[in-house]
């Protein structure tokens, strides 16, 4: 069974940059579409962005030009390019394969991001 391991995160300026990355334990990812969400206080688990196996993107209006998605299937890692963040990034970030209810025992523990001066 696949689980997901985020690191990466970190306390960060308005304006600053992080990479996240998301190792995979457990079953190849490579043909799989990967996504990344997000999760702030009191908020529900929101989908920031996809990739899928031929490294087509999708990424939600609010990150779009500001977020990089990318994977690396050999490594079985998927990263998170954020630049020019934002206060309103801060949140618990985590991957997982697309569409993964949340109920399944692949989530994470997430990773923290926390965009403040």
Not at 55 to 82: H, P
Request: net charge positive; with cysteine; proline share 3%.
């Amino acid at each position: 069974q696949v689980q997901f391991v985020e690191s990466g995160g970190g306390l960060v300026q308005p304006g600053g940059s992080l990479r996240l990355s998301c190792a995979s334990s457990g079953s190849a990812i490579s043909v799989k579409i990967m996504a990344w969400y997000r999760q702030a206080p009191e908020k529900q688990r929101e989908l920031v962005a996809t990739i899928t196996s031929r490294e087509t993107t999708y990424y939600r209006d609010s990150v779009k030009g500001r977020f990089t998605i990318s994977r690396d299937n050999a490594k079985k890692t998927v990263y998170l390019q954020m630049n020019s963040l934002k206060p309103e990034d801060s949140a618990v970030y985590y991957c997982n394969i697309w569409n993964t209810p949340s109920s399944a025992a692949s989530w994470g523990q997430g990773t923290q991001v926390t965009v403040s001066s």
